[in-house]
């Protein structure tokens, strides 16, 4: 290809994504009280994150597919919105934090956390798998290359 496919901006947002959401699950897996801060602000930066990529797929590459593939876009919707659920069951749990941390919210800030990173892990295999690979075979270099600059046009705003 000659410029950047929009599969590897996607593929280079999904790394990224990645070692936010690795971070995400040692924290949780050893949460103590004064490790609920650095959850809040891991979580924060992840849904910048998401919320960048939800937009160039959902916004760019997922229309331009779905037509010639509506059930595999349809899973792939279903699963950007138990990510954006789990999100904001973990967000709601960590607005509930406030001063002393008792062992139930400890626990609902752990299974939160360790749900929306194997809900996220999940998504990406899949989607790497099944419908970047797919994009790759269908698109013309000139339709990827088209489709990542709109995608950096996102990134920039």
């Given at each position: 290809?000659?410029?950047?496919?929009?599969?590897?901006?996607?593929?280079?947002?999904?790394?990224?994504?990645?070692?936010?959401i690795?971070?995400?699950?040692?924290?949780?897996?050893n949460?103590?009280p004064?490790?609920?801060?650095?959850?809040?602000?891991?979580?924060?930066?992840?849904?910048?994150?998401?919320?960048?990529?939800?937009?160039?797929?959902?916004?760019?590459?997922?229309?331009w597919?779905?037509?010639?593939?509506?059930?595999?876009?349809?899973?792939?919707?279903?699963?950007?919105?138990?990510?954006?659920?789990m999100?904001?069951?973990?967000?709601?749990?960590?607005?509930?934090?406030?001063?002393?941390?008792?062992?139930?919210?400890?626990?609902?800030?752990?299974?939160?956390?360790?749900?929306?990173?194997?809900?996220?892990?999940?998504?990406?295999?899949?989607?790497?798998?099944d419908?970047?690979?797919?994009?790759?075979?269908?698109?013309?270099?000139?339709?990827?290359?088209?489709?990542?600059?709109?995608?950096?046009?996102?990134?920039?705003?």
């Amino acid at each position: 290809m000659t410029g950047t496919a929009a599969t590897d901006l996607l593929r280079a947002d999904h790394r990224a994504i990645e070692g936010h959401i690795d971070r995400l699950l040692e924290l949780a897996r050893n949460l103590r009280p004064a490790g609920v801060e650095a959850l809040r602000a891991l979580a924060a930066s992840l849904a910048v994150l998401a919320a960048l990529h939800f937009r160039r797929e959902e916004g760019i590459l997922y229309p331009w597919l779905r037509g010639g593939l509506p059930q595999l876009l349809g899973r792939m919707d279903e699963q950007h919105e138990y990510t954006r659920e789990m999100e904001g069951h973990l967000s709601e749990a960590l607005a509930g934090v406030n001063g002393a941390v008792d062992e139930r919210q400890l626990a609902n800030l752990r299974n939160f956390a360790t749900e929306l990173h194997d809900s996220i892990q999940h998504h990406i295999v899949e989607e790497e798998d099944d419908l970047f690979r797919l994009a790759d075979e269908r698109l013309s270099v000139s339709e990827q290359d088209g489709l990542a600059a709109l995608m950096k046009e996102i990134g920039a705003n």
